[in-house]
């Protein structure tokens, strides 16, 4: 029987330890795709498309494509825009 390693011991040991340049590049791009993730499923809950949500935001459908993929960088105003203003919801963020 195999013995299970801890999240934190598996990212340390293939990614690099906490603070090192190549983890921080993984958590940043791991951030990126939950947010995506996150606005994909929103948008998806309220029955709109990339290009509606683009068009109630003043954005372009690929640029919501690339956000959802992961693939872009999104600034907090750009996102609170999509959140508040396209989907009608309130973007709550916590630091732990």
Known sequence: ME??????KHLAKNRGPKGSKSRVKFDADSLAYRIGVMLQEVR????????QLAEKTGTKKSYISRIETGKSDIQLSTFYKLIEIGLGKTLNISIN
């Open 3 to 8: 013995k299970l390693t801890s999240l934190n």
């Open 44 to 51: 998806k809950e309220a029955k709109l498309t990339q290009e």
